[in-house]
């Protein structure tokens, strides 16, 4: 076997141990070498990592916050790892990231969640309504009762863009989550793409069928599902008959409590539903789901200016 060697320049050797020099007049590493000095050797074999653990600190030394983290991933951090002689290289989650982590920590409680972690943080305890006009205080009032006795009729939360319907069903799924309950919070148009996108062409994939199934089990036995934006997605015979009905069907028989948002009232959401894309009315089976919606939900019109 032909033997090779190789050998490292004087000016890299040079600027290795230039740097070496440099990470050990730094004070975080001097009380390092007083508590470990065996990780001398470490430093001098590789500087760079250490250099790359003190720059990074400086970075996050007086970061104001996880939104202005520029790190890849956001809310890591490069740190090292002293175990006996042996140092690594490691990533771990600043404080930001901790507290980030710990204001969400209720998301495992989601059976499907759509919401944003920003949207995970939205509470009815600390809703400010100080400057807020009465008849949006009237409903943000409402819905607090509403968290606070969970009575089996659920809301259909109705009006136009941007009045703040998705934040109060926001709030009470993560309030109930952080209760313990089983909820899901699913945005139906993007529910319905999730569930076209999952078959394709393949109607009979079993993969497919399985995201399908498995999703609407969960949407059928979380204790509280909110159903945001229905009457946004596309009226299918197929998105109608046995995505929205089959839910609706076993959560009215079995009395889960359920939360809409729309912006279209009742009979506004029959009509939608009663039409499909090629234009056909079907005003029957849209009035089977307007009945079980009925049943589930008192109608709270929530009307406002634009809050976007």
Known sequence: MRKFEFSI???VEQQIRDTAQEVMKDARIQKMLVRNPEIKKQIEDNPYMFKKWLDSAEVCRN?????????????????????????????????????????????????????????????????????????????????KDWIAHQPKMGLYLYGSFGTGKTYLAACITNRLAKQGQKVAFVNVPQFVTRCRNSIGADFNNPDARDYIDTSMERLKRADVVVLDDIGAENTTNWVRDDILLPVLDYRCANEKRTIFTSNLDLDQLEVKLAYNRSGQRDEIKAGRILSRIKALATRVEVNGPDRR
Do not use: F
């Open 9 to 11: 320049p004087a000016e």
């Open 63 to 143: 970061c104001p916050g996880l939104w202005a983290c520029h790190n890849s991933p956001a809310g890591y951090m490069d740190s090292i790892e002293l175990n006996g002689r042996t140092v690594s290289s490691v990533l771990r989650q600043c404080r930001y990231k901790d507290e980030s982590d710990a204001l969400i920590a209720h998301r495992k409680r989601y059976l499907i969640c759509d919401l944003s972690d920003r949207e995970l943080q939205y509470d009815i305890e600390t809703t400010d309504i100080s400057h807020e006009e009465s008849r949006y205080v009237d409903v943000y009032m409402l819905v």
